[in-house]
C-alpha cells in the first residue's frame, strides 16, 4: 500500500503559480498527477515513469513535474494558471506503467488538494 498526501493547492489569479507537493510513503516507478473539476471526468495532468515526464496536452509548457526521492516528495510546479485549471488535484501512483487517459486503472490516490483560479 502506497500513501499520498497532497498539499500547497490554494487560491491564485490568472497568470499566477502554484507548488502541489505529494508526501508519499513511497516514490514509486509510476506517480502522477490528476484533476477533476466539478460536473467533469478526472483528467490526467502529468506523469512521470522512471523519471521520464509526460504531460497532458492542456498543461504541457506550463506545469513541470518532478520528484525528490530522497524525500519521498512528487511536486507539481503550475505555472500561467488559467481558471480553466481550476480542480481539485489529486496524487496517484502505481508500480506498473500506467497512462493519464486512463485515470481508473492507477492503484493508489491521494485526498487532493483544492486549487481555484479567478480571472
Known amino acids: 500500500q502506497v500513501q499520498l498526501v497532497e498539499s500547497g493547492g490554494g487560491s491564485v489569479q490568472a497568470g499566477g503559480s502554484l507548488r502541489l507537493s505529494c508526501a508519499a510513503s513511497e516514490v514509486t516507478r509510476m506517480m502522477g498527477w490528476f484533476r477533476q473539476a466539478p460536473g467533469k471526468e478526472r483528467e490526467g495532468v502529468a506523469r512521470?515513469?522512471?523519471?521520464?515526464?509526460n504531460y497532458a496536452d492542456s498543461v504541457a509548457g506550463r506545469f513541470t513535474i518532478s520528484t525528490d526521492l530522497a524525500r519521498n516528495l512528487v511536486y507539481l510546479e503550475m505555472n500561467s494558471l488559467n481558471p480553466e485549471d481550476t480542480a481539485l488535484y489529486y496524487c496517484?501512483?502505481?508500480?506498473?506503467?500506467?497512462?493519464?487517459?486512463?485515470?481508473?486503472?492507477?492503484?493508489?490516490w491521494g485526498q487532493g488538494t483544492q486549487v481555484t483560479v479567478s480571472s
Open positions: 512521470i515513469w522512471v523519471g521520464s515526464p
Open positions: 496517484a501512483a502505481d508500480r506498473v506503467y500506467r497512462r493519464l487517459d486512463m485515470p481508473d486503472t492507477w492503484a493508489y
